[in-house]
C-alpha cells in the first residue's frame, strides 16, 4: 500500500556566512509507506528514515496528517545579518533667510546726566507698521551676518543745544560705529539714512550731550531706529 502523507521535519544547518533561505509558501512530500502487516486496526511503522505512527482503520484508505510544517535549526558561523528598519532622509534647501523689517521707538524720554559721555538709549517700543520687531535686551535689533539693510534714525533733544553746545546721536553695529549726527544752535531733531551690513550683533542708538543743562540733555520719545532689509 503506498499513501502520499505530510510529515514535519527538523533540520540543523551550518552555515560559513550569512545565511540566505527561501521558503515556499506552501509544500508536498509524498513518501512510499510500507506496512509491516496487512492493516487489521491498530498502529503501523513506516520503513523510512523517520517514523510516523499512524492510526489504521482497516475499512477505510489511512488519512496522511494536515500539511506539513518546517521547523528550522540553523547555526552559522558567523551571526545573521538582520538589515535595520529604513531611515527617512529630506533634502530641504533654503533659499535665503528673509528678517522682517524691525522699527522701534523710544519709550518715553531719558535724560543724560553726564556731558561728553556716549550712552546707549532705552528702553525702546516696537513701532507701528513693524510688528515682528524683536527687541535686543530691551535696547536694540539684532541683524543676521551677511545681511544688508537701510536704517533711518532720528535724534530729537528737549531743547537746542545753543550756540556753544551740541547734541549728538549715533548707530552702532556691536562695537562697529556705522553713522552718527550732531546737532546744533536751536534744532532740536535730526534724522539720518543710510545701509549697512549685518554682523549678527545687535544694533542700538547712543547719545551725547555737551551740555546737560535746561533741558538740552533730553533725549525726547521722538527718537526712533527703523532698519529695512534690502
Not at 510544517?69 to 547555526?75: H, I, L
Not at 553726564?114 to 513693524?130: D, H, I
Amino acid at each position: 500500500m503506498r499513501q502520499a502523507v505530510a510529515a514535519d521535519l527538523f533540520f540543523d544547518v551550518a552555515v560559513a556566512q550569512t545565511p540566505i533561505i527561501f521558503l515556499p509558501a506552501s509544500a508536498e512530500l509524498p513518501f512510499d509507506v510500507t506496512v509491516v502487516q496487512q492493516p487489521t486496526g491498530g498502529t503501523y511503522t513506516m520503513a523510512v528514515a523517520a517514523e510516523l505512527p499512524l492510526a489504521v482503520d482497516p475499512l477505510t484508505v489511512p488519512v496522511a496528517p494536515a500539511a506539513p510544517s518546517f521547523d528550522f535549526a540553523v547555526a552559522a558561523a558567523t551571526s545573521p545579518v538582520v538589515e535595520a528598519a529604513p531611515s527617512l532622509q529630506f533634502d530641504v534647501a533654503v533659499s535665503q533667510y528673509v528678517l522682517a523689517n524691525q522699527g522701534i521707538d523710544k519709550s518715553g524720554n531719558q535724560i543724560l546726566t553726564t556731558a561728553n559721555v556716549w550712552t546707549r538709549l532705552s528702553p525702546w517700543a516696537v513701532r507701528s507698521g513693524y510688528p515682528a520687531t524683536g527687541i535686543v535686551d530691551g535696547d536694540g535689533i539684532r541683524i543676521p551676518a551677511g545681511v544688508v539693510a537701510s536704517y533711518e534714525y532720528r535724534l530729537a533733544v528737549g531743547s537746542g543745544a545753543g550756540t556753544a553746545n551740541s547734541q549728538s546721536m549715533r548707530l552702532v553695529n556691536g562695537s562697529t560705529v556705522v553713522d552718527s549726527v550732531t546737532i546744533a544752535n536751536t534744532s532740536t531733531t535730526a534724522t539720518r539714512t543710510g545701509t549697512f551690513t549685518g554682523t549678527g550683533e545687535v544694533a542700538r542708538l547712543e547719545a551725547s550731550v555737551t551740555s546737560t543743562n535746561s533741558g538740552r540733555g533730553t533725549i525726547t520719545a521722538s527718537t526712533y531706529l527703523v532698519l529695512t532689509v534690502i
